[in-house]
């Protein structure tokens, strides 16, 4: 069976560049709603994350899409594929949140193992924060920290009902909705 390559996604700092803008106002022209069509996010360890195809239906007004810029961000982002919100099923993706709930573990103890290179390498690099495709790590028999780690005293098995909860969609645990930061962190919601 030949795997698919995987989707390409971005982050409020690997978008600004491809509207030629800071990536201070592109955080403003998203929680503002400004882009048209605005691409649906998607929370991974509570960050918003957008899929590449969703974005490149999008505008700003007054700044174009540069196909240049787009061009080079795939090539960073290295190979995989243009998708868009609903075109296909897409793959469960997690980040530090997710394998601290998965693994019993804590997000930055997973953090530690993965700067220090013991934990299998991330899938993709988006926005400065690191992301695994969630099956591989997920697989009978699979050591998530990577094949050439030698075991010790603990074994990395993955909760199985928090699995099932990312696979069908309804995991509400830590990282399942993007945390609010910056000025509307300090918003107080009405009682």
């Known amino acids: 069976m030949v795997e698919k390559p995987k989707p390409y996604l971005v982050g409020v700092t690997d978008m600004a560049p491809l509207f030629g803008v800071t990536r201070l106002y ?3 022209m998203l929680s503002e709603q400004r882009l048209e069509p605005m691409p649906p996010a998607r929370a991974v360890s509570g960050s918003a994350y957008y899929l590449l195809g969703d974005v490149v239906k999008s505008h700003i007004p007054g700044h174009p899409l540069d196909p240049q810029a787009l061009r080079e961000f795939q090539k960073e982002q290295g190979p995989g594929r243009m998708v868009a919100t609903g075109e296909e099923e897409l793959p469960v993706i997690v980040g530090y ?16 193992y993965a700067r ?11 926005s400065g924060s690191y992301l695994w495709l969630m099956e591989p790590l997920v697989a009978p028999g699979v050591d998530p920290r990577g094949d050439d780690v030698p075991a010790r005293s603990r074994e990395w098995k993955p909760d199985q009902a928090v699995v099932a909860a990312l696979r069908e969609g309804t995991y509400d645990g830590p990282g ?16």
């Open 26 to 28: 592109m955080a403003r």
């Open 176 to 191: 399942s909705v993007v945390k609010r930061r910056g000025r509307a962190a300090k918003v107080q919601k009405p009682k």
């Open 116 to 126: 220090q290179g013991r934990w299998r390498p991330a899938d993709w690099r988006v």
């Open 97 to 112: 949140a997710e394998l601290a709930e998965i693994f019993h573990s804590t997000p930055q103890t997973v953090q530690s």
